[in-house]
């Protein structure tokens, strides 16, 4: 078992009053907070701050916990020395299944409610539970069937927290979207007392796609041409989920153009459409032969792209 | 074969937009109906149908009624703060995606 710095995970000096404990707790779980956080391990850090506020927070643990001393570093072997807790008396409360076995050994789990959040009680159904899923585009282009492990922390008899880890083939609806759920009956939380279980609720997100990008149900797609295809207007192949599309270029069309193929993207009742945003591509000055023909487009062509910036060449 | 062929296939139900009953939604986010109108009340989330017997939410509403009770539960948000804190993520969301669309 390692050694939890607390006072260093809540970036606070042993001496911190219990306002600065709580000033410092607020901030960081702002920080850290994972419906608010892009930061990577936001969630372990979140829970890292429960558990040291947890402590801090509460006088009586924060003596206890002070009273292991002030030799212990971060991550070190630990184990509580003999009666460190005497004469302390620990009321239970927050998130068990979130603190670490650190905290399990010196405050123990008693008196911990079983995990979940909200007030329960009335309902003798089991809860729903949740997972976000990631599925590829094509998956919603065609329907599929995908095979999804899930880990559910459950209590069992003594009232210890396990994580289960359990798998699933689940079908995947044609057309669904990014933001919506499917919902598996009974397959949530046990229900007590002869209650009938929860459902789990599969909120669904799209991987990222090495080239397409789903908003709702249109999809977009940045395709390269060659500059005398977007001069001159062309007929060219495009890749589309579905497969490959001929797709009509216009005269003079320009860098970031879009165009639209109606109902190609996601099926839907009215389904969505599929962008093409046109990349122009240089060819590049390798060889004598390209050279002396961007040498002719500048003896030929009066262009000048900073024209509107007030500068000349 | 691998192990998880031989499983069944669930067949789940997509939740469509405004489909969600008020007690689907207390019973999916684990909370009770009062707290839920009281999101309601506050535009945090926003039902279909004019009475309270006709309610149906969207799946977006559930996900932000959960990001709602963990606000509140977590930072110790208020409904007003959660109002703001939802709206400001879901811009902010956008933006990012919008960031996407135009390849940065």
């Known amino acids: ?313 | 074969m691998k192990s998880h062929d031989l499983l069944p296939v669930h067949t789940g139900t997509v939740i469509e937009d405004d489909s969600l009953t008020l007690e689907q939604l207390c019973q999916a986010c684990g909370a009770q109906a009062d707290w839920v109108v009281s999101l309601v009340e506050e535009s945090i989330i926003e039902p279909q149908g004019n009475e309270m017997h006709l309610w149906r939410f969207s799946g977006a509403s559930l996900v932000r009624a959960r990001s709602a009770l963990r606000l509140q539960h977590d930072l110790g948000v208020n409904l007003a703060g959660i109002a703001l804190a939802l709206d400001l993520l879901e811009e902010l969301e956008n933006l990012r995606t919008q960031l996407k669309i135009r390849g940065h």
């Open chain 1, 1 to 313: 078992m390692q050694y939890k710095d607390y006072y260093k995970i809540m970036g606070l000096s042993r001496d911190a009053s219990q306002d600065e404990i709580k000033r410092s707790y607020r901030k960081l779980a702002r920080k850290y907070h994972p419906d608010v956080s892009k930061e990577q391990d936001a969630e372990a850090k979140f829970k890292e701050l429960g558990e040291a506020y947890e402590v801090l927070k509460d006088p009586e643990k924060r003596a206890a916990y002070d009273r292991l001393g002030t030799n212990w570093k971060a991550g070190e072997d630990f184990r509580p020395p003999p009666n460190w807790d005497e004469g302390f008396e620990f009321k239970g409360g927050g998130d068990a299944s979130a603190f670490s076995d650190f905290f399990e050994q010196l405050f123990g789990r008693a008196g911990f409610q079983p995990a979940g959040r909200g007030q329960h009680g009335f309902h003798a159904q089991g809860q729903d539970s949740h997972a976000k899923i990631h599925i590829a585009l094509e998956d919603s282009f065609q329907g599929a069937m995908r095979n999804i492990s899930l880990s559910t922390p459950e209590m069992d008899a003594q009232g210890y927290v396990q994580v289960k880890h359990r798998s699933l083939n689940i079908k995947i609806p044609k057309g669904i979207k990014a933001g919506q759920h499917i919902r598996l009956s009974g397959q949530g939380s046990p229900g007590s007392g002869g209650g009938k279980a929860g459902d789990l609720l599969l909120e669904i997100a799209f991987s990222n796609h090495p080239l397409y990008r789903a908003s709702g149900t249109d999809i977009y797609l940045d395709l390269p041409v060659t500059p005398w295809e977007a001069a001159l207007g062309a007929k060219i192949k495009v890749p589309t989920p579905e497969g490959s599309v001929d797709l009509k270029i216009p005269p003079n069309s320009r860098q970031g153009s879009k165009l639209r193929l109606k109902g190609r993207g996601l099926p839907a009742k009215t389904p969505g459409d599929f962008f093409v945003v046109l990349q122009i591509a240089l060819p590049p000055a390798n060889t004598e032969q390209a050279k002396a023909v961007y040498q002719t487009m500048q003896q030929e062509l009066d262009f000048n792209p900073r024209l509107s910036m007030g500068v000349r060449q």
